[in-house]
Nanobody, 126 residues
């Protein structure tokens, strides 16, 4: 059975940093895509970033470009989201989704991701 788990959330002040982790199990990182999505209070879920073996591509929402960096450690089946220069607008529950069929996923669309972990809360205060 495949699954993924997000961790690393917490509370930080404006300008601070956090690193989120998404660890996948039940499949190898030979053919995969993992996407980070977030849902702020009262808003819909939006794509933040993704990484894929399909084209070795990394993608970012415009709102996080230059501040967030996504990376993977294939040996650990883990994807990281380094978040710098955080603002209150980054406050949200962050979710990661995964698939072992990378060519079926197109960022920032959720369809194509087969497994989702419980979210991890990021709170940025001024």
């Amino acid at each position: 059975r495949c699954s993924c788990r997000a961790s690393g959330g917490g509370s930080v002040q404006v300008g601070g940093s956090l690193t989120l982790s998404c660890t996948a199990s039940g499949f190898t990182f030979d053919d995969y895509a993992i996407g980070w999505f977030r849902q702020a209070p009262g808003k819909g879920r939006e794509g933040v970033s993704s990484i894929s073996s399909h084209d070795d591509g990394t993608y970012y929402a415009d709102s996080v470009k230059g501040r967030f960096t996504i990376s993977s450690d294939n040996a650990k089946n883990t994807v990281y989201l380094q978040m710098n220069a955080l603002t209150p607008e980054d406050t949200a529950i962050y979710y990661c989704g995964a698939t072992d069929q990378a060519d079926g996923f197109v960022f920032p669309y959720e369809s194509g991701l087969d497994w989702w972990g419980k979210g991890t809360l990021v709170t940025v205060s001024s």
